[in-house]
Nanobody
Framework: QVQLEESGGGYVQPGGSLRLSCAASGGTFWRHAMGWWRQGPGKEREFVAAISWSGTRTDYADSVKRRFTISRDNAKNTLYLQMNSVEPEDTAVYYC????????????????????WGLGTQVTVSS
């Protein structure tokens, strides 16, 4: 069973950058496809980005393409989300998630595929 803990959230001005981290423990991190999700005020949880076991395949929501980058360091059991050129619409609680039933090389953008979730970290974009 995997435990996930996000960090790195906070306040950032529009146009700024922030890097989120997700530390995993208790499982074989490298065999899990991973994803970042977010939930803004009054909104449903939505897909942000996903990454395969080795990190060679990634997928992004259209709203964050060319601004956000997902990556992972399997030696450190850590998932990252580099957020650049942030916008007020990026304000949300950001969650990392793990898919323990994934296969090598695959990425997943459907919430139902993920069976482990962190508690989230708040990101607020405001001037």
């Amino acid at each position: 069973q995997v435990q996930l803990e996000e960090s790195g959230g906070g306040y950032v001005q529009p146009g700024g950058s922030l890097r989120l981290s997700c530390a995993a423990s208790g499982g074989t991190f490298w065999r899990h496809a991973m994803g970042w999700w977010r939930q803004g005020p009054g909104k449903e949880r939505e897909f942000v980005a996903a990454i395969s076991w080795s990190g060679t395949r990634t997928d992004y929501a259209d709203s964050v393409k060319r601004r956000f980058t997902i990556s992972r360091d399997n030696a450190k059991n850590t998932l990252y989300l580099q957020m650049n050129s942030v916008e007020p619409e990026d304000t949300a609680v950001y969650y990392c998630a793990a898919n323990s039933r994934s296969v090598s090389g695959a990425v997943y953008s459907w919430k139902e595929y993920y069976d482990y979730w962190g508690l989230g970290t708040q990101v607020t974009v405001s001037s």
